[in-house]
T-cell receptor, first 113, second 117 residues
Framework: AQSVTQPDIHITVSEGASLELRCNYS??????LFWYVQSPGQGLQLLLK??????LVQGIKGFEAEFKRSQSSFNLRKPSVHWSDAAEYFC???????????FGTGTRLQVTL | GAVVSQHPSWVICKSGTSVKIECRSL??????MFWYRQFPKQSLMLMAT?????????EQGVEKDKFLINHASLTLSTLTVTSAHPEDSSFYIC?????????????FGPGTRLTVL
């Protein structure tokens, strides 16, 4: 069975600082990996996805993630955080780009000014 | 861009009543939709896969007689919580994959918050 672990429940960073959110997955085959952001009152928004090719994936809003098979990780990064990035972030794994997903427990990002 | 809507956005009901939640894909057709449940400060848990024209596929531990799913058209799936109880209070989210050649993307609805008194 597939599973996703997000070790950090809550992270606080200062505006302008860099950010890295951790995600580890467990999946027997080649995983389809996703990062979503959830803001209050809004649906989940896809930040980026990976399933093949270059292991460094660029997404929207200046986010990127790196797939490391040896570490079973897909960490999300942003070089400079903006206050509007405060939200809940979910890592997810699926069997395809439009399949049902298994989500991690989420990381709540707080941005201080 | 593609949009998935849910109605209602929030609902309060009395224990023992049934509540229907709609999930619509507004500008694309979806033969499959997914229903998730999210408890406060927790992750999304897949409840079932809704299949247009056929029975839904439920995840282990989800009561199919309690959570009735109907996918009657290519743009609409409904989740009915029957005989709701306070423990059914949760945030219900649907998603619909849009399948285009070379770019399949899944879109999520904004969610429906159900409170059972």
């Amino acid at each position: 069975a597939q599973s996703v672990t997000q070790p950090d429940i809550h992270i606080t960073v200062s505006e302008g600082a860099s950010l890295e959110l951790r995600c580890n997955y467990s999946y027997g085959a080649t995983p389809y990996l996703f990062w979503y952001v959830q803001s209050p009152g809004q649906g989940l928004q896809l930040l980026l996805k990976y399933f093949s090719g270059d292991t460094l994936v660029q997404g929207i809003k200046g986010f990127e993630a790196e797939f490391k098979r040896s570490q079973s990780s897909f960490n999300l990064r942003k070089p400079s955080v903006h206050w509007s990035d405060a939200a809940e972030y979910f890592c997810a794994v699926g069997t395809g780009t439009a399949s049902k997903l298994t989500f991690g427990t989420g990381t709540r990002l707080q941005v201080t000014l | 861009g593609a949009v998935v809507s849910q109605h209602p956005s929030w609902v309060i009901c009395k224990s023992g009543t049934s509540v229907k939640i709609e999930c619509r894909s507004l500008d694309f057709q979806a033969t499959t939709m997914f229903w998730y449940r999210q408890f406060p400060k927790q992750s999304l848990m897949l409840m079932a896969t809704s299949n247009e024209g056929s029975k839904a596929t439920y995840e282990q531990g989800v009561e199919k007689d309690k959570f009735l799913i109907n996918h009657a058209s290519l743009t609409l799936s409904t989740l009915t919580v029957t005989s709701a109880h306070p423990e059914d209070s949760s945030f219900y989210i649907c998603s619909a994959p849009r399948r285009l050649a070379g770019d399949d993307t899944q879109y999520f609805g904004p969610g429906t918050r159900l409170t059972v008194l």
